[in-house]
């Protein structure tokens, strides 16, 4: 490893030279938490060996992230043992869990949005010199990090103007940083793109062959194959099996993880591309970040926008539901020119947008689902009548609306922070459906979603669809997009670098146009 | 004790920890305050549950009550309002002047020169909650910085105004019918508390406006991008703070019958604290209107009753600083416990 070496004051235990597979890092004995109202787990075990990859897998709200938060010492379990490389340990707060060499990137992050990238990498444990911060060791053990990741990110630019594909990087780098014997990752692929997806995976290779033992949750079947050594199956909160990757199936996984098999992920789609929904017409963002960008979506088809991060296929969905300050060029809704797009004039003409990051955007995450699912359509005469609620209809439409997501637990009333990461995005897509809406932009809408949830959505999404809604969908699974979309266009570098129609949207086509075309130059 | 998880119910949770824990989650800590305040002032001094005192106490308690309401919705929006206090100081001087300057042209025209005198006194209230309303909400002052600053202005303005001295000369339908008056005996300041607690118990739990006072606390961004317009709404809950509070300020004048510069000094602190103790929490997104209104109940009962055992009034600010911070240090706590 690079960096910290100098810094390893706070010394999480190196891993030694001859720890290298079949030596046990961790031990989990019968755990159980139980949260108010829900038993998140019980009974569980768990072991991780130096060297290897162990997978956590289950449907949203199984206890996975509860079980590494007990590892990670964020809480104590209600009941069971942990043992720490043989010693019996109870972690009384995640820094104690770091001292001791277990770092995690969890679901949500833990960064200070108003310090800079290498700021935060090195918070709680600067270099110093004679109690002076060493400023300039801490720019180069973050410059070494980030290279070594092969992440691009401008080690002094503030966390919080970054994207969240880029704050996720943020939080890889930051956990990486502390040299850990133990590496949790929650989810770290869930708005990366292929690309810093695979470096990622590069870089687990090389740590386990160093001997870090590495716990990975992941809702992507595919990552599995290609990274694990053993897989554990949670669900409601039980052990289902611990299994060796190599032994199985992806269908069976999938078997495992929600107890019956599905037959396709990905629906077919019947698309009827009617009238014109949604234009950009040589569309520039003021921040520079999108250049002359020409895009439109008709009613009845999925569009794709793909691209890396950083590429700008976000900011277009931003800029057309009016959260981004246009320069030139225009949005059109209908043939309608929008001179100031809005969110609440957008929303007015049928427009609805999904944002990417569901905590910092999306939810109140205090409040009640009900309160969450209704918040956009509250003005409408089902909502309410001359500003006064009608309580009963909003629970009644809001309860359809959770059951046809499969909301779980289905209780509208309860908190949203209390639900598991999928369910909440439930409660985000559910908001579109609380209102007339004839555009959806969808933003990364699969983030941190389980499969069975996954097929729930796609099929929602078919839904809207066949029924004449116009969809955006912009995503970094490239899969997801690929299957959906009947038309795409890649992003790059702020502009459009191709538009691929039918046969011609393939794996191949998108991934040539992700990156510089230099390559093909030479 | 293995309670398999059922879909939506709330399981019960185990030992005599769980239920005390879940209890103060949802109605916090302040029940319990309230009668272990009552039951020691009680045994302390007999005069405390005498019918004269109780009624004392609801009648002292509407002023803190009708302020307290106007902060909690602040609070619920995600601010707060520090001069809540400087609006009742002006609402008072202001009020007085004009009516007792109308009075003194038309001796006759009693109910006219209330009339003047209320409407000026709740145009201060309009006034102060504009300018905070815009200053937090277009301009992006901090509510801290913003109603800091506008108390002091407003302080400032009510000694400016008045020369210092009390403003007197108040029409006798003003300081004894609202002042003192009763209505089947109750009180007069109580029927508008009463009125204004169902008013805005009203605009939180049934209108569009008090659920978007909730989403704009707990989250401005979501708020926002679910086409909430966050900037009008959240500069009216400085005006309906302010106004509230000039309807204490008026009232609260008729009471003392003169426009006093230094009223309502105590307020701002005050009304946050009852509001804190009553469940609000400081982070916006959080607490109920009736909670506020009890915790304003608490602190009043708690005022009147160190009163009544003769604690020194200094001592009593240290109690009620030490309340503010316990129940910051309660909120907190609970929400650890609903983890
Ligand atoms: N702070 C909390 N308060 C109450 N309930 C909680 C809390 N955190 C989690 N839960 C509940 O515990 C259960 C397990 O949640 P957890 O977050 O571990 O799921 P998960 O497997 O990580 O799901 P996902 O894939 O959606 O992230 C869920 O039912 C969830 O609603
Ligand atoms: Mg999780």
């Known amino acids: ?522 | 004790m293995v309670t398999k998880r059922l879909e939506g119910e709330i399981a019960p949770s185990g030992g005599p920890s769980a239920v005390v824990r879940s209890v103060f989650s949802t109605v916090g800590i302040l029940p319990l305050l309230l009668v272990l305040a009552i039951v020691f002032f009680a045994v302390q001094e007999p005069r405390f549950y005498a019918a004269a005192n109780i009624t004392n106490v609801f009648r002292q308690s509407t002023y803190l009550i009708i302020v307290t309401l106007g902060q909690a919705l602040v609070l619920i929006s995600g601010g707060f309002d520090l001069s809540v206090g400087a609006v009742i100081a002006v609402t008072s001087v202001v009020s007085a002047r004009f009516m007792s300057r109308y009075y003194a042209g038309n001796p006759d025209g009693e109910v006219t020169s209330v009339i003047v005198g209320i409407a000026a006194g709740l145009f201060v209230g309009l006034v102060f909650g504009l300018v905070n309303g815009t200053g937090v909400a277009r301009f992006k002052v901090s509510p801290f910085i913003m109603t800091l600053g506008m108390a002091s202005v407003g302080s400032g303005f009510a000694l400016y105004y008045t020369g210092g001295s009390p403003v007197s000369g108040m029409p006798p339908l003003f300081t004894r019918e609202i002042g003192t008056g009763r209505v089947f005996e109750v009180p007069i300041p109580v029927l508008f508390a009463i009125a204004a607690i169902i008013a805005v118990i009203f605009l939180v739990s049934a209108t569009t406006w008090g659920r978007y006072l909730y989403a704009i606390g707990g989250n401005m961004k979501a708020a926002f991008l679910s086409g909430i317009p966050v900037g009008a709404y959240t500069a009216s809950v400085y005006v309906l703070c302010s106004l509230l509070a000039a309807l204490a300020g008026i009232l609260l004048t008729a009471r003392v019958s003169s426009g006093e510069p230094n009223l309502g000094a105590s307020f701002p602190l005050q009304s946050i604290t009852a509001a804190v103790v009553g469940g609000v929490s400081l982070r916006g997104g959080e607490g109920r209107i009736i909670g506020a209104v009890l915790g304003a109940l608490f602190i009043t009962i708690l005022t009147n009753g160190m009163n009544l055992i003769r604690i020194e009034s200094y001592v009593q600010e240290i109690a009620i600083g030490v309340i503010l911070i316990l129940a910051v240090i309660i909120d907190r706590l609970r929400d650890r416990w609903r983890v």
Not at chain 1, 21 to 40: D, M, T, Y
């Open chain 1, 1 to 522: 490893m690079t960096a910290a070496q100098a810094s390893a004051q706070s010394g999480p235990a190196p891993s030694l030279p001859g720890e290298r597979g079949g030596v046990e890092l961790l031990r989990l004995s019968a755990i159980s938490k139980h949260f108010p109202g829900v038993r998140a787990l019980s009974g569980v075990d768990f072991d991780l060996q130096a060297g290897e990859v162990h997978v956590l897998f289950g449907e949203n709200g199984a206890g996975k992230s509860t079980l590494i938060n007990i590892i990670a010492g964020t809480f104590p379990p209600d009941d069971g043992t942990m043992t720490l490389r043989g010693q019996p340990i109870r972690l009384n707060s995640p820094h104690h869990a770091r001292q001791l060499g277990v770092n995690a990137v969890f679901q949500e992050f833990s960064l200070v949005p108003t310090l800079s990238v290498q700021d935060n990498l090195y918070l709680g444990r600067e270099h110093q010199r004679a109690g002076i911060l060493d400023k300039s060791a801490i720019a180069r053990g973050t410059r070494e990090t980030l290279e070594l990741l092969q992440f691009h990110l401008d080690p002094k630019a503030q966390v919080g103007s970054l994207s969240r594909a880029e704050q996720q990087m943020v939080e890889i780098a930051k956990a990486i940083q502390g040299e850990p014997s133990i590496l949790i990752l929650d989810e770290p692929t869930a708005s990366l793109t292929e690309n810093e997806a695979n470096n990622l995976f590069a870089l687990i290779e090389r740590l386990k062959i160093q001997g870090l033992g590495i716990i990975y949750i992941t809702h992507r079947i595919q990552e599995i194959h290609r990274i694990a050594d053993r897989v554990t199956v949670l669900r409601d909160g039980q052990l289902v099996a611990t299994v060796a990757a190599g032994d199985v199936s992806e269908t069976r996984l999938v078997e495992l993880m929600i107890g019956r098999s599905i037959e396709a992920l990905y629906p077919a789609i019947d698309y009827q591309p009617g009238r014109m929904m949604v234009r950009t017409d040589h569309l520039s963002l003021t921040s520079g970040r999108v250049h002359d960008v020409s895009i439109e979506v008709r009613a009845g088809e999925v569009v794709g926008l793909a691209g890396l991060v950083g590429s700008g296929k976000s900011e277009i969905g931003r800029a057309i539901f009016g959260l981004e300050p246009i320069g030139h060029g225009a949005v059109e809704i209908g043939d309608v020119p929008i001179v100031h797009p809005s969110p609440r004039g957008m929303l007015d003409r049928g427009v609805v947008y999904v944002p990417p990051d569901r905590r910092e955007e999306g939810l109140v995450a205090m409040r009640p689902v009900r309160e969450n699912m209704s918040l956009g359509a509250l003005g409408l005469p089902t909502f309410s009548r001359f500003g006064v609620l009608r309580r009963r209809l909003e629970g009644v439409s809001v309860r359809e609306i959770a059951r046809r997501l499969n909301l779980r637990p289905l209780n509208v009333e309860r908190q949203v922070a209390s639900f598991s990461g999928g369910n909440q995005q439930k409660v985000v897509l559910g908001r579109g459906l609380t209102r007339e809406v004839k555009v959806f932009i969808f933003d990364e809408p699969t983030t941190g979603v389980d499969v069975g949830a996954k097929v729930e959505i796609y099929g929602f999404m078919k839904e809207l669809c066949e029924r004449g809604a116009a969809i955006l969908l912009i995503s970094s699974d490239l899969p997801e997009l690929l299957h959906l979309a009947s038309r795409a266009y890649v992003m790059h570098r702020g502009e459009i670098r191709a538009e691929l129609v039918g046969d011609a949207l393939t794996e191949e086509a998108v991934l040539a146009n992700f990156f510089d075309r230099a390559v093909d130059a030479a």
